[in-house]
T-cell receptor, first 115, second 112 residues
Framework: AQKVTQAQTEISVVEKEDVTLDCVYE???????LFWYKQPPSGELVFLIR??????QNEISGRYSWNFQKSTSSFNFTITASQVVDSAVYFC????????????FGTGTRLKVLA | AAGVIQSPRHLIKEKRETATLKCYPI?????VYWYQQGPGQDPQFLIS???????DKGSIPDRFSAQQFSDYHSELNMSSLELGDSALYFC???????????FGAGTRLSVL
């Protein structure tokens, strides 16, 4: 069965620190997609990144970077030089190729960046 | 760029009342999804539509129904509301196999 685990419920860091949010997934599909979304206090879900199961290249976008490792079924997200505006709940999600691409979300990690 | 529009943003209902949530997907997106997010929880998939046909169903109560109309907007109808239905309801849309879901701002439903 498919499952996404975000073991870190809440993380607090001081501004300018680096922080890594962990995501571990389970799926029987060989083709699947992984996502990260940000949910700021205002409540909307903001798309950050999509990665398909055949692309293990790490990606960097500004202060954000993602590390995808199929060997450990992990898709971790690192914020470099964190800022107060990064404070939010971050969700990792899995979508399988067999079916309708619905998302299975992890339970989210609340990140608090302190000034 | 146009985003997913949900209305209303906030809704307060009494127990046993009905509620209708509306969703207007991004133009030309062919798939609509509905999710329910309880307080402090992750979003849970309810139902989806592809080209106006129901394509998948999750843990959606029988009291809830949804449809997608000819103009591609979708409505989630909730009857006999219970206190436990209080949640943030998201609609998302996507296009084909690009499979990135873009979410609306959500409708916060409070059942009193």
């Amino acid at each position: 069965a498919q499952k996404v685990t975000q073991a870190q419920t809440e993380i607090s860091v001081v501004e300018k620190e680096d922080v890594t949010l962990d995501c571990v997934y389970e799926t029987r599909d060989t083709t699947y997609y992984l996502f990260w979304y940000k949910q700021p206090p205002s409540g909307e879900l903001v798309f950050l990144i999509r990665r398909n199961s055949f692309d293990e290249q790490n990606e960097i976008s500004g202060r954000y970077s993602w590390n995808f490792q199929k060997s450990t079924s992990s898709f971790n997200f690192t914020i470099t030089a964190s800022q107060v505006v990064d404070s939010a709940v971050y969700f990792c999600a899995l979508s399988e190729n067999s079916g309708t691409y619905k998302y299975i979300f992890g339970t989210g990690t609340r990140l608090k960046v302190l000034a | 760029a146009a985003g997913v529009i949900q209305s209303p943003r906030h809704l307060i209902k009494e127990k046993r009342e009905t509620a209708t949530l509306k969703c207007y997907p991004i133009p030309r997106h062919d798939t609509v999804y509905w999710y329910q997010q309880g307080p402090g929880q992750d979003p849970q998939f309810l139902i989806s539509f592809y080209e106006k046909m129901q394509s998948d169903k999750g843990s959606i109560p029988d009291r809830f129904s949804a449809q997608q109309f000819s103009d591609y907007h979708s409505e989630l109808n909730m009857s006999s509301l219970e206190l436990g239905d209080s949640a943030l309801y998201f609609c998302a849309s996507s296009l084909g196999d690009i499979n990135i879901q873009y979410f609306g701002a959500g409708t916060r439903l409070s059942v009193l």
